[in-house]
């Protein structure tokens, strides 16, 4: 990030608020504690600086807010994040169930003109290799929320939209299904009592959970 911007610590900290606002949940210091793998203290001791930058806001009841500032900021970090997701696949080749790791250590110290020359040589992508908007230079973001794939009835056909990045396992076993970003899925047979989805990727047939359905975005085809 530019000059007189948070730490890298801080940045982790807004990003994970911003997920979890946009995931409909509360920022609470317990969830921002679970998902950064720290414990409560230390989420309080940086929400108390956060607080003190004008970032961030911790009201009882309601968790803890982005302030419009702590919001740029926390879009500029998901920016860097997809595009160089998308750079480390798309020109490096790098597979996708690798690239979130890659770009969480690089997130962070990339310059804003190696920000807009990656941006260049994309052609100004709009979304990631797993689907997730990329958030404007000016901070606009697409905040659609779309379908999940167990919402489909039998019969039904939707294109995937957005996967969820945060198990490189899980990534590898979509791909090996064909459930990726742009593949058209078709809803065959949903059992009973929440049992399995039978579903048709590209031709062939799988059985996924429910669970897992839940977590893949769709659109209708």
Request: hydrophobic content about 40%.
């Amino acid at each position: 990030m530019g000059d007189g911007m948070p730490s890298q610590a801080a940045g982790d900290y807004l990003k994970v608020i911003y997920k979890l606002q946009s995931g409909e949940q509360r920022a609470t210091t317990s969830a921002i504690a679970e998902r950064l793998g720290v414990v409560p203290a230390s989420v309080t001791n940086m929400v108390k600086q956060l607080s003190q930058m004008n970032l961030v806001e911790h009201t009882p009841y309601r968790g803890v807010e982005l302030t419009p500032l702590g919001r740029k900021v926390a879009l500029e970090v998901i920016r860097h994040h997809r595009l160089i997701e998308l750079y480390l696949t798309e020109v490096l080749g790098f597979s996708w169930d690798k690239v979130d790791a890659e770009a969480e250590r690089l997130e962070h110290v990339i310059s804003e003109e190696l920000e807009d020359r990656m941006a260049d040589a994309l052609g100004h992508p709009t979304h990631d290799p797993h689907g997730d908007p990329i958030p404007t230079k000016e901070g606009d973001i697409d905040t659609a929320i779309h379908d999940a794939l167990a919402d489909l009835e039998p019969g039904q056909s939707a294109v995937v939209q957005r996967v969820s990045d945060a198990d490189p396992d899980l990534l590898r076993y979509l791909a090996s299904l064909g459930l990726v970003p742009r593949a058209t899925v078709e809803m065959l047979d949903k059992a009973p009592f929440g049992g399995p989805l039978t579903i048709r990727v590209g031709g062939t047939q799988h059985a996924v959970g429910r669970e897992l359905a839940s977590s893949i975005r769709v659109r209708p085809s």
